[in-house]
């Protein structure tokens, strides 16, 4: 038979060694992998299933966000003077994160849930999924009347027609505008749009601080860098909602802030009131006093120029008396509510400095009224009271106080000092009106009173007036910048990188497979397997045969198999060189890698071309050679070594191919491996050279039993199978040890029952990896395929590739 130029691989004529270039070259890589790419596609179309039905059932959630600017205040300080540090501080009275935590407290949130009404939520069931209709809902719960506002209920309402509904578990129909009583209390339905029969709907009541404390903790609030801006964000499962939460809240906080600005006012206004209805008392008591002595002592108010003269000096002087016995009254009323400790935290009046014009009392006042609404405003806030915040707030008033009863200590010894000096005076006059009448002068020491009193009631009412007006100008701290708009695109799930993540998904998931299974692989998937790590020949590789038995080379045949059997016997001539009637030994590393098939297909091609030739089935431990060619056993070598059967009796022909004959195994004896060592062994091999061209010996596997290298004494090369996907690498190490220390002769490599399926789509031999891929080359095997493999086979990229 004529070969192809390209189907011939050069090999060495000697033992010594050609290094085959073992690098897998980019076409080899192509189609080893290629040939997962259907199942790549498959993995992204499921992956991408599995995200189109995660977006069609997941819950939208919708995003908003809003901010809102601070007016941040801090204390005074010259950076010079430590007292003034003392007095006022350097840290500041409010902080972006202290108004962080009061936007974020349940009371505030508390606000917005009672400002929106969100106790009541309103959701549409569906057959796929429910959603939230707030602000969308075609009816209102109106509610009459709640037997218990803290407990939670949920009502299930279905519309029987656009009047009627009926609510499921309680067994209530009623009509649109009529109310209903339940174990949670009285209601009806307010219709706001027509609704669809059959319509569904759940109504949930939730307790104000519930819902209060899930939104409260649903929202976020974060300074924005490098300003004393708020950013407030919100996600829910509705967009109307997230917006008006989130807008409600500024709205409440500016509200807020607000009123607790006014709390220090309020506080001072109510304590002057107190003083005022005190006083006011205490004057209506002194003019009745003086009335009713007028009218007893029949008085009347007439004076000499002199008495007049020294009654308006002694009541100039009383006028300072009574200034400074009104601001000592002052200072006792501080120094009593600031002594007392039951006042310390009280949300109660506040002391004042009314009418004492120290500028550093007063200012130590108003620092110790603001600690107070700064503590005020962290208790409501929820935060605990060793927290340390509230511990700071709790240390700044104590210093306050501390600073401002010395502060009243030092006023007292002024003050009285400046009476003692008065008074110094007024004896000087009063030596001088010591002959007034008796009665004229009680008249006066009555009078002098009722003027003390007014004038520190004229005081208190000035100072009240100055807190209200002072309370009518207060304006908010807080500014919105921007306001939460309606988000009608959801934020979550987002469905481009839902889908984004599937194909990457898609593609890594069976990659990573694909990876770890080559990884894991332990077994000969190639000739390259062998070539990397191994100097030893590659005669070839035969595909895997579909035609269901062994004899596969015939006269007519021109399978793919058969015409790679044939490129073996053109490399094998290279091998064997010009040896006359040359013997070939065939062995592998175990069991299973195809030595009687290699075996008789080998010997089917090589008789084809007109050599006599016979195969000895050596493989006197597990034959398997007659069975491979539907022949029944029969006596054999063993009989022939034993002496019980002459040689030409044993040998047989193979029907239906001209010059192939077989040599049994005979019964398989107990002492095989001695019985190689027979003499006899050398009259077989003695006798078959005079009578055969070609003597081909299936022995046991090299790496089991030690019958090939007994064997190997008789043969002129030897033929190591290795089988694809069956082989271990390992065993790569039986075949360099024996090729290296060259323990059976002239040995070669033959990979059998290649497939496709380990990702290489050709059947190359030696280093050319010439392709039997064209019908015009070889005819197809016939193989009946399943419906499966039908459509594997019509998807396999290879089939497209491989087409020019």
Not at 59 to 66: A, V
Not at 388 to 396: H, I, N, R, T
Request: aromatic share 8%; proline share 4%; glycine share 4%.
């Amino acid at each position: 038979m004529n070969q192809d130029p390209k189907d011939i691989v050069s090999l060495p004529t000697d033992n010594s060694v050609q290094k085959v270039d073992n690098s897998l070259s980019i076409k080899e890589l192509f189609y080893k992998y290629i040939r997962f790419l259907p199942f790549v596609v498959l993995s992204v179309a499921i992956a991408l299933l599995i995200a189109y039905t995660y977006l069609r059932y997941a819950q939208p959630i919708y995003s908003s966000s809003g901010v809102i600017q601070l007016e941040i205040k801090t204390g005074k300080s010259s950076g010079n003077d430590k007292v003034e540090d003392l007095l006022y501080g350097t840290t500041k009275v409010q902080s972006l994160q202290s108004q962080l935590e009061i936007i974020k407290s349940k009371p505030l949130m508390e606000r917005v849930v009672n400002r929106l009404g969100l106790q009541l939520s309103y959701t549409a069931i569906g057959r796929i999924k429910s959603e939230n209709i707030y602000k969308r809902s075609p009816f209102n719960l109106n509610i009459h009347a709640l037997t218990d506002s803290s407990a939670s209920f949920s009502y299930h309402l279905k519309f029987t027609n656009s009047e009627q509904f009926e609510i499921a578990k309680l067994n209530i129909s009623t009509t649109v505008g009529k109310p209903f009583t339940t174990p949670h209390g009285t209601f009806s339905v307010e219709l706001l749009s027509p609704v669809a029969s059959g319509a569904e709907f759940q109504v949930d009541w939730t307790p104000t601080k519930s819902m209060a404390a899930k939104y409260a903790n649903a929202l976020m609030v974060a300074p924005r860098t490098g300003s004393n801006s708020l950013v407030l964000s919100l996600e829910t499962s509705n967009p109307f909602l997230t917006a008006d939460i989130i807008n409600s809240a500024m709205v409440q906080y500016d509200s807020v802030t607000i009123e607790q600005n006014n709390f220090s006012t309020d506080q001072m206004i109510s304590f002057i009131d107190i003083r005022l209805d005190t006083l006011k008392k205490e004057l209506d008591e002194l003019q009745t006093k003086v009335i009713d002595y007028r009218v007893k002592a029949n008085l009347i108010v007439d004076a000499d120029a002199i008495t007049t003269n020294y009654y308006d000096n002694l009541n100039k002087s009383q006028e300072k008396v009574v200034e400074a016995q009104a601001q000592l009254l002052s200072i006792e009323m501080i120094e009593s509510y600031l002594s007392d400790k039951n006042n310390e935290f009280k949300k109660s009046t506040a002391p004042s400095s009314l009418g004492i014009t120290d500028p550093t009392l007063n200012s130590l006042i108003t620092n110790y009224n603001l600690a107070q609404v700064g503590r005020q405003t962290l208790i409501e806030s929820n935060i605990p009271a060793n927290h340390p915040s509230v511990k700071e707030a709790d240390g700044l008033i104590e210093k306050n106080r501390t600073m401002i009863l010395e502060n009243l200590k030092n006023l007292r010894k002024a003050i009285s000092g400046r009476i003692r000096e008065t008074e110094k005076s007024d004896l000087l006059n009063q030596k001088q009106l010591h002959e007034l009448p008796e009665k004229q002068k009680d008249l006066l020491g009555l009078e002098r009173q009722v003027t003390t009193k007014l004038a520190l009631y004229e005081l208190l009412e000035k100072r009240r007036e100055e807190a209200s007006i002072s309370r009518a100008s207060t304006i908010s701290t807080s500014k919105i910048i921007d306001e939460a708009a309606v988000a009608y695109t959801p934020a979550k799930p987002n469905k481009t990188t839902i889908r984004l993540i599937a194909i990457i998904l898609g593609i890594l998931v069976p990659v990573a497979i694909i990876i770890l299974l080559e990884m894991l692989n332990d077994k000969i998937s190639s000739k390259n397997d062998i070539t990397r790590v191994s100097n030893v020949p590659i005669l070839g590789e035969v595909g895997r045969s579909s035609l269901g038995k062994t004899l596969v080379v015939g006269k007519t045949s021109r399978t793919m198999v058969a015409e790679q059997f044939r490129t073996i016997r053109s490399n094998l001539q290279y091998v064997i060189n010009n040896i006359q009637k040359p013997v070939i030994m065939i062995t592998s590393s175990f069991s299973g890698e195809g030595k009687s098939f290699i075996s008789t297909n080998l010997g089917a091609v090589l008789a084809l071309s007109g050599k006599k030739t016979i195969i000895l089935e050596f493989d006197i431990r597990k034959p398997m050679l007659l069975a491979g060619l539907g022949m029944i056993k029969k006596p054999g070598i063993s009989n022939f070594i034993v002496g019980k059967a002459p040689m030409e009796t044993l040998i047989l022909p193979v029907q239906d191919t001209d010059n192939l004959f077989v040599l049994p195994c005979g019964p398989i004896p107990p002492n095989p491996s001695e019985l190689l060592l027979d003499t006899k062994v050398d009259e077989i091999f003695s006798y078959l050279k005079k009578h055969f061209d070609i003597i081909i010996i299936d022995t046991a596997p090299v790496g089991i039993v030690s019958d090939a290298l007994t064997l190997g004494k008789y043969a002129d090369a030897s033929l190591y199978i290795t089988r694809q996907g069956y082989t271990y690498k390992k065993q790569i190490n039986i075949i360099n040890d024996l090729y290296e220390n060259k323990k059976i002769p002239k040995m070669s490599v033959i990979v059998n029952d290649i497939t496709s399926g380990h990702g290489y789509g050709y059947y190359g031999y030696g280093k050319y990896g010439y392709s039997y891929t064209k019908n015009d080359y070889y005819t197809q095997e016939e193989e009946n395929k399943s419906w499966f493999k039908q459509v594997i086979n019509f998807i396999n990229p290879l089939k497209w590739f491989s087409k020019k």
